[in-house]
């Protein structure tokens, strides 16, 4: 076997550090877990890979495929407000902007309405005397004298990192670089600029995209240095992608100078998993649920492709309240996310109801049952108590969980509650799966889309341990758990194609196109997209392009998104796009408006390149026999019922084409399937258990 065919992903997560390691030319897949080291997250990074090399006797120097990395870093920061210290420059007169927000109350009856702080406040918030109006037309540049006060302000605040963004400056983004260029020319720090960002139009959208890329600037920067520079001493052969929130990969230099983009890094790449495994599967529609430590994630793949969104809103205050966030204006997988995995603390209300999440326990101290200092039951010491997890098997044995702690975590609720223990934790159980299956409902409403009977995939460490039962709230008969289910967001990145995704606003009507420009236009960010996919080891001919508008009737304030084409160069008329636009306007709206103008606001060009991808293995039907049980225990499922003796499997031993009824178990190292009562499993010759609800 040659060194080229290893390749290495991570992924960290709110509670677990995964690591995979591929044979590109077996097809195998090792893996390891490891608890995510928050105050520094490269500890637990280094031990993953270290313990998975040391069982797979595989050096480092073997790894010259770039490794692929997933992160939820600046997810976290921004949500815990642990950002580095940013200043803002802007234009004079608009240094209010980040708390004026776009005027918007997300609860109109609500008088004490919050919002979360801006990731810059107002004392880093600096004005500068300059002016481009919104034809992009320059009116005032800078002086100097009044950029040498500007510099001398940044200096004295001790920023850690500056964002720059000015009035009309996604149109003409000039006054912009120059200041840009200015500062760190004089203070050698990292500065962005809105226009290379988010250059688009609304001027809230664009700042706080900007502001949050500066925020976090200071955390990526040194760590992708630090990582780097461990993987060099160590031997490593591969350079660093980092997995992007559309469901791309770029090099780790970009990733560092656009760090908000990495936002939904992780579960983008679960997105991205879900897809390979539908194809394989030959699943063209099915519902991505992936459940870890910390939240659950549930995303519609549909056509065999997860729906992307142009905004993604992160940090809010009230997680089912949209507006309460930061609306950043970054390309992202479209997905509901909600505070409910294995270390989500429980809790009885001021009214006596138990209550799940979205506090989580997290990698410290964990749930109770981790014997780590938690006291508060979590998710995961209710699914102990329930039998649902052997305490002595979690993660292979390596991290045996104490079932006494979380029994003394979990009747501190249930007195509350005047319940039993066991009671309690069924709740607990129960609660988890309806927050989880409402939440999954609702992204679907909001979608237009019915969720009923719709095929699931689980994965994650906690998502085949809860998949049946959010399959039963949702009237789905078909549950699929995927090979390696516990780290298939970190595999996701080793099938993720090399994308990017950029977008310019110049508003045009149709009707009055002006081409050139549109074509100068779209010439600069072709330029963008290939220097980007070349840096992440792309070949120039290899890079693809997609186009896409984003226009709406003239008049509106509101624009959708309408993909119309691909190539080399845009090969559209208008009537073409008026078409798109109208069919599109229709499926959302439910009819278009004849005899009115459509306006193009923003230009979308999608870059990407196939990447050393492998095929999905098709799913085809082994030799049918019956599973040999490895033992059985008691497990209570449902709340109220006593406990069944349930059927224990262990996974390695399963093979294509063995079958088994419900309720059973099926343990591995790194995850747990919870067969409940009424289903069936039959093993798919791709290894992924395929659970069928009785029809009776």
């Not at 004079?92 to 309405?113: A, W």
């Not at 910390?294 to 142009?310: Q, R, S, V, W």
């Not at 970054?330 to 603390?345: M, N, T, W, Y």
């Not at 979608?447 to 341990?465: E, K, M, Q, S, Y």
Request: proline content about 5%.
């Amino acid at each position: 076997m040659t060194k080229d065919n290893w390749r290495l992903a991570v992924d960290i997560g709110g509670t677990f550090t995964d690591v995979v390691l591929l044979n590109d030319l077996t097809g195998e897949v090792s893996v390891e877990k490891t608890l995510t080291t928050p105050s520094s997250p490269l500890e637990a990074v280094r031990k993953g890979i270290k313990d998975l090399l040391a069982v797979t006797q595989v050096e480092p120097k073997d790894i010259t495929a770039p490794i692929v990395h997933a992160t939820t870093l600046i997810t976290n920061a921004l949500i815990e407000g642990k950002t580095g210290r940013a200043a803002l420059v802007t234009t004079s007169g608009f240094g209010d902007t980040l708390l004026i927000r776009d005027e918007h109350r997300y609860d109109m009856y609500d008088l004490q309405i919050e919002f979360p702080e801006p990731p810059i406040p107002r004392n880093m918030t600096f004005e500068i005397f300059e002016r481009t109006n919104a034809n992009g037309d320059l009116i005032q540049e800078p002086s100097d004298e009044d950029l040498e006060r500007l510099i001398g302000e940044i200096r004295n605040s001790d920023a850690e990192s500056v964002a720059v963004c000015l009035i009309n400056s996604y149109i003409n983004p000039s006054n912009e670089k120059y200041i840009a260029d200015r500062i760190r020319e004089s203070l050698n720090i990292p500065v962005c600029v809105s226009a290379e960002i988010a250059p688009q139009i609304r001027e809230y959208p664009r700042m706080i995209t900007a502001a949050c890329n500066a925020a976090t600037m200071p955390l990526i920067g040194p760590y992708l240095d630090e990582l780097q520079n461990w993987l060099t001493e160590e031997g490593f052969g591969g350079s660093v992608l980092m997995m992007l929130s559309n469901g791309g990969v770029v090099s780790a230099e970009d990733a560092a100078q656009a760090p908000i983009r990495l936002v939904e890094s992780g579960p983008a790449a679960g997105a991205l998993a879900a897809r390979w495994f539908a194809r394989g599967l030959e699943e063209d529609r099915l519902l991505a649920f992936d459940m870890g430590g910390t939240t659950a994630k549930a995303t519609l793949i549909d056509g065999f492709e997860p729906e992307l969104t142009n905004t993604f809103e992160v940090a809010r205050i009230y997680r089912f309240k949209k507006g309460s966030g930061f609306p950043v204006s970054v390309p992202s997988v479209d997905l509901v996310e909600i505070g409910a995995g294995g270390g989500s603390l429980a809790k009885a209300d001021q009214f006596g109801l138990l209550k799940v999440g979205p506090e989580s326990a997290g990698a410290e101290p964990g749930p109770a049952s981790y014997g780590q200092g938690g006291e508060v039951a979590a998710v995961t010491d209710a699914d102990v108590l329930l039998g649902m997890l052997d305490p002595n098997s979690f993660l292979g044995g390596d991290m045996p969980l104490d079932a006494s702690k979380a029994e003394e975590a979990v009747s501190v609720i249930s007195e509350e509650l005047d319940l039993s223990e066991l009671e309690t934790a069924a709740g607990i159980h129960e609660v988890v799966n309806q927050n989880m299956s409402a939440a999954a409902r609702m992204h679907g409403v909001e979608r237009g889309i019915d969720l009923r009977g719709i095929t699931l995939l689980a994965f994650g460490g906690a998502g085949p341990v809860h998949a049946c039962g959010v399959a039963e709230l949702l009237e789905s008969s078909k549950v699929i758990f995927p090979v390696n289910a516990s780290v298939l967001s970190a595999f996701g990145t080793l099938v993720s194609p090399v994308r990017i995704d950029l977008a310019r606003s110049k508003p045009m009507l149709l009707n009055k196109l002006d081409e050139a420009l549109r074509d100068n236009l779209l010439d600069e960010l072709r330029l963008e997209g290939r220097r980007v996919l070349t840096a992440a080891g792309v070949s120039e001919d290899a890079v693809n392009f997609k186009y896409g508008v984003d226009a709406r009737y003239e008049g509106q304030g509101n624009e959708i998104t309408v993909w119309v084409g691909e190539g080399e160069t845009w090969a559209v008329d208008s009537d073409a796009i008026t078409s798109m636009f109208e069919e599109e306007y229709r499926r959302i709206y439910g009819l278009a408006i004849p005899d009115v103008g459509i306006e193009v606001v923003t230009w979308r060009l999608s870059a990407s390149a196939d990447l050393l991808l492998m095929d999905p293995q098709k799913d085809t039907k082994g030799k049918s026999e019956e599973a040999i049980s490895d033992g059985k225990r008691q497990v209570i499922f449902n709340r109220g019922e006593l406990p069944i003796e349930t059927s224990v499997y262990k996974r390695n031993l399963l093979k294509p084409g063995m079958f088994f009824n419900g309720p059973a178990i099926v343990e591995e190292r790194e995850t747990t399937s919870v067969i409940r009562p009424g289903w069936s499993v039959e093993v798919g010759d791709n290894g992924s258990l395929v659970a069928v609800k009785d029809s009776k």
